[in-house]
């Protein structure tokens, strides 16, 4: 994997994964993952931050993620951010930041 664009995050899963079986036999895996953050602030209090990251996977990644991930895993991952955009319904461009995870390593026993 390049330094260029790379990402390496350990976290918890937000939901079930959802898969997409496309036409050629392809298929993909959708997933958010949480990562907390702890500091003390200026008055010294201590908080906790959760962050949400969409997860992509394609193939075997995706096929790993369907068989061994379920809500409320945790897992670290690597990959690359990917950008797109869409237009909505009502002809709103929409943007997206994803992470397409290249390799996963499950943590928890969940």
Do not use: P
């Amino acid at each position: 994997m390049s330094l260029r664009n790379s990402v390496s995050l350990i976290g918890f899963t937000g939901k079930e994964v959802e898969m997409i079986s496309f036409e050629n036999g392809n298929v993909k895996a959708n997933v958010s993952l949480a990562t907390n953050d702890h500091y003390t602030n200026a008055k010294g209090e201590k908080v906790e931050e959760t962050q949400w990251h969409s997860l992509v996977a394609f193939g075997k990644t995706a096929e790993i993620f369907q068989k061994y991930v379920t809500k409320g895993k945790e897992i670290a991952i690597e990959g690359k951010l990917m950008y797109r955009s869409y237009d909505d319904k009502d002809g709103v461009k929409r943007y997206i930041t994803e992470i397409k995870v290249d390799e996963i390593l499950l943590l928890s026993g969940k």
